[in-house]
């Protein structure tokens, strides 16, 4: 017979687990059967990553506001771009330019970011969001991508399978912050701090 949890208050789930929700994403599963990743996330994070998802991701805020910033390298441009299309321009045009856009999310307002669009979100203190995503399938891969922040041209990506959202994504954070070279920006020399 399937295992299943029965109804509970999330309200009361959040009250009790507020103090694990730590940076640098802040995030905790609710449920453990994973047919569906169903997270709470709160803030502040301390995020600089973009993420690279294959599938949709639902983001619908309880508490406060979080911002998520999206890339749109050019407004004509289809954002929703694999990672080898991403990482083939990447590779052919390493001093282009990405452009970012912020979307907020305050509380009560919810929002279906479509796959493939690389994200990042910024939340704030005292904010509480409830994040659904898909588990991946066989073979599909996230991955996350820095910016520079002075010009913003590419400065790392790391492709990676997510098998456990609370403690892969911090993984791929190390092995950027860790190496300088990943972090010092090849065209206007600035270097990506952690904070
Ligand atoms: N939606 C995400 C994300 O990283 O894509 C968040 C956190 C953890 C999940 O992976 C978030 O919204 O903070
Ligand atoms: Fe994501």
């Known amino acids: ?25 802040c995030n905790k599963q609710i449920f453990e059967q994973d047919d569906y990743i169903v997270m709470v996330v709160g803030g502040p994070n301390n995020r600089s990553d973009f993420h690279y998802n294959e599938t949709p991701e639902l983001f619908y805020q ?30 052919k ?18 929002f279906l970011l479509p796959p493939k669009v ?24 996230d991955a996350l991508f820095w910016f520079c ?16 959202i609370e403690t892969d994504l911090p993984k791929v954070f190390s092995n950027f912050y860790d190496n300088s070279q990943n972090c010092q920006c090849k065209k206007c020399g600035h270097t990506a701090k952690k904070s």
């Not at 399937?2 to 999330?10: G, H, R």
């Not at 406060?64 to 990482?87: C, F, H, P, T, W």
């Not at 045009?93 to 919810?110: L, N, Q, R, V, W």
């Open 1 to 25: 017979m399937a295992k299943f949890s029965l109804p509970f208050n999330l309200q009361q789930w959040i009250d009790e687990h507020r103090e694990q929700l730590k940076p640098p994403v």
């Open 62 to 91: 309880l508490e406060g506001e979080m911002v998520l910033r999206v890339v749109n390298e050019d407004a004509a441009d289809d954002i929703q771009k694999s990672y080898i299309q991403l990482s083939e321009e990447i590779e």
């Open 93 to 110: 045009s390493p001093s282009k330019a990405f452009e970012f856009t912020d979307i907020a999310i305050k509380a009560g307002e919810i």
């Open 118 to 141: 690389l994200h990042s979100p910024q939340r704030f203190e005292h904010s509480v969001g409830l994040v659904v995503e898909q588990k991946r399938a066989q073979g599909q891969q």
């Open 149 to 164: 922040e002075g010009c913003k041209t590419p400065l790392y990506n790391e492709q990676f399978t997510l098998d456990n």
